[in-house]
């Protein structure tokens, strides 16, 4: 890949974030404007940005990565993804916005009259904020590792150093126009080299990807496996080594490996003749596919129960997302927050139709990504493969722009809430200086943890916040809204025991604690068991506790489903916020 | 919608405190001009003007359900449909493509349906 394309390309998208970022410094006065843009952004802006900032890492390459390994099933992903926000848009699209709050916690503390479950809910807010940050960061890492071979953390202190910036400098006015640019951007960089891609591929016979089978290699392929893995080969296999394998040292040696498994060193490069069928890879210990694979179902007996725990994790796991939620502030009343998200669902699933394309030419042109555990660069490489020359040089820059456009667009929308969260509760009051001084926190911590954890998938990591977020705030808004005996202390209970047994489980999975068989799975994909769980524990301790019910549950559920024009409040109260 | 009009550039201040409780201890339900009488139940929030709200949210809660009803029976069964022995083309038609205009489908008709209600229940108080 011509690195100095893939630079420009890079600097580019930087660039033009930063400079739409100072534009919003122009134009950011009020704290208003900081946290809700002054609640003026059209349907058709907020909805690009909205989906600007949705379409993270896992989107632009985590999906294409996993489909690449495991086939088509994968595709539950970005399905999730989407109907996640149907989910969000018949339950609390609309009320949200009335509801008239800035951030989760707001909500949580205008609905209940508490300051503790208010703290409770920021706790999970910055919670789940930092889970889904970890993996942009990382994710630019590898991306700018796979681009121009710098160490692993670099593209994620450059992610961070920009997001900071323009999120400290110019608040949620500035990062609506940078994010709703970004969607475009991110949509154009995946469908024009699509074009090309596809009619390659045509020209070429229009060749099969098969899942069924292991896929074959087309033509002579060398392949540098970065950290050590264990393979499993159903046939003897004839390759030159340079490194070890099952702890003898090769030097460009013809080696013939027998059936069964074998260690291949870190570092070591294979060179594979074509038409070899790419070994397979095996979990194994700290392996990072020893987190994706258990969560991402296998191929084992209890496939089903893993697509329904990820269906239920993405489905409702959606509306509780810090960076989402904060999203429908911005909307000028209910009625245009839920037409806004009547075309966040068009944009998004027009962009959802290009990942899998690319994963299934991935698993043609690029199957040994398989092996080396770098699939999540399935996307970047493909333009070379397949087209190669100066034409494979400008659409793989292309890409290269794109997923930074990713990674940039969600982390500012990450960073924007936990800031905005961390201003509120943790720095003694919400004045501008005080969200400028929680801006570089927010990335910090996230940072720090990638840097000193190991590789975790993209999609996968993203996965867990989507099941921790399932089980705590999806349970919270949706009684909060329909349900008029919730209690502080229901609430509360039902945020640690649904969120926290969520959190623990994966944990405890990822640690390797889960016994094998159905508690690993259960225990994997906790959605299934906990959102019931997070439900049940508020409603019954909201049963129990009658008499704590907040005395204005009444009005304001009233201001919640009722129209703008009987509750509306003075406009210059609005304007003085 | 246009009834409320911003200010063009709001005045800076300092803000000191304003979360979303601030404005409830004076509840924003002022009455305004003359009212027609069911909307001053809602604004005075009496127990009739409780049953209105209660109505709204009944006719909203219902729209969600039946979205919801629809995804699940449309979207939710596709992986016991896809277990069964089926072409693997099938999986990448319905998961890579057909999905999406059916969620969109369905987010189109409750958005229909809700500012329906919304309409109705208007008419229902400002008649």
């Known amino acids: ?21 100072a534009l919003g410094l122009r134009v950011s006065r009020t704290t208003s404007d900081f946290y809700v843009a002054s609640r003026t952004a059209g349907p058709r802006l907020n909805a690009a940005a909205i989906s600007g900032e949705y379409l993270s890492a896992a989107s632009f390459l985590g999906i294409a990565g996993l489909v690449l390994v495991q086939g088509p099933a994968m595709l539950w992903y970005p399905v999730g993804y989407t109907a996640g926000y149907l989910v969000l848009l018949v339950l609390v699209a609309a009320p949200l916005r009335r509801s008239g709050a800035y951030t989760l916690s707001d909500f949580a503390e205008a609905r209940l009259e508490s300051r503790r479950v208010r703290r409770l809910a920021s706790l999970f807010v910055v919670g789940i904020g930092w889970l889904y940050l970890l993996p942009q960061l990382q994710g630019a890492g590898l991306t700018l590792e796979i681009l121009t071979g710098a160490p692993d953390w670099v593209g994620g202190l450059l992610v961070a150093l920009v997001v900071t910036c323009t999120v400290a400098a110019g608040g949620m006015r500035s990062i609506t126009f940078v994010q709703a640019f970004q969607y475009w951007l991110k949509l154009t960089a995946l469908l024009v080299p699509a074009f090309f891609l596809v009619a390659a591929w045509y020209g070429d016979g229009a060749p099969r990807a098969r899942f069924d089978a292991p896929a074959v290699l087309r033509e002579h392929t060398v392949v540098r496996v970065a950290d050590t893995v ?26 013939t490996l027998d059936p069964g498994a074998h260690h291949v060193g870190g570092g070591t490069v294979l060179a594979l003749p074509p038409g070899t069928a790419v070994p397979e890879r095996r979990a194994e210990g700290a392996d990072p596919l020893g987190w994706s694979q258990p969560l991402a179902g296998g191929r084992d007996g209890h496939q089903l129960y893993a697509t329904y725990g990820l269906i239920l994790a993405t489905f409702l796991g959606t509306m509780g997302l810090p960076h989402v939620a904060v999203r429908f502030y911005t909307s000028p009343h209910g009625r245009a927050a839920r037409r806004t998200t009547l075309v966040v669902l068009g944009l998004i699933g027009a962009f959802y139709l290009l990942p899998a394309l690319y994963g299934a030419l991935g698993r043609i042109y690029a199957p040994e990504l398989a092996l080396t555990g770098s699939a999540d660069a399935a996307v970047l490489v493909l333009p070379d493969r397949i087209l190669g020359g100066a034409l494979g040089d400008v659409l793989g820059a292309c890409l290269a722009g794109g997923a930074f456009a990713a990674f940039l667009s969600t982390a500012s929308g990450l960073t924007m809430s936990v800031a905005g969260v961390l201003a509120q509760d943790v720095l003694p009051s919400r004045a501008v200086r005080h969200f400028r001084l929680a801006t570089p926190l927010a990335t910090a911590v996230p940072l720090a943890v990638g840097v000193a954890a190991s590789k975790v998938p993209v999609a996968d990591a993203v996965g867990l916040a989507f099941a921790v977020s399932a089980s705590s705030f999806c349970p919270l808004l949706v009684l909060g ?9 229901g609430a509360a209970a039902g945020l640690l025991l649904g969120g926290g047994s969520a959190l623990a489980a994966v944990m405890a999975t990822r640690a390797g604690l889960a016994p094998a068989g159905w508690p690993h799975t259960l225990m994997a994909w906790p959605a299934v068991w906990s959102v019931p769980l997070g439900f ?24 919640l489903h009722l129209p703008e024009r009987f509750t509306a409040p003075v406009p210059a109260q609005e304007a003085r916020r | 919608m246009p009834e409320h009009p911003q200010p063009r550039r709001p005045r800076r201040e300092t803000v000191t405190h304003a979360s979303a409780l601030g404005d409830r201890a004076a509840p924003r339900l002022r009455p305004r001009a003359p009212h027609p009488p069911a909307r001053s139940e809602i604004d005075e929030q009496t127990t009739l003007g409780h049953t209105y709200v209660r109505s709204l949210m009944r006719s909203q809660l219902r729209a969600a359900l039946t979205a919801l009803g629809a995804l699940a029976l449309l979207v939710g069964t596709l992986p016991l449909l896809l277990a069964l022995p089926a072409p693997e083309a099938l999986v990448w038609a319905t ?16 958005v229909r349906r809700a500012e329906r209600n919304e309409r109705d229940f208007t008419g229902l108080v400002e008649r």
């Open chain 1, 1 to 21: 890949m011509n690195q100095t394309y893939a630079v420009a390309a890079v600097t580019a998208v930087v660039l033009a974030t930063v400079l739409i970022g």
């Open chain 1, 230 to 255: 264990r393979i499993a080969l159903d046939a003897p296999l004839t390759l030159t080594v340079t490194g070890t394998v099952d702890a003898v040292r090769y030097e460009e040696r013809s080696v």
């Open chain 1, 481 to 489: 809204i329909w349900w008029r005996r919730l209690t502080p202390p």
């Open chain 1, 536 to 559: 049940l524990t508020m409603v019954l301790v909201s049963l129990a506790t009658p008499r704590t019910v907040p005395a204005g549950t009444a009005a304001t559920l009233a201001r």
């Open chain 2, 95 to 110: 998961l890579g493509v057909g999905v999406y205009p059916v969620v969109w489908g369905v987010a189109h008709w409750y």
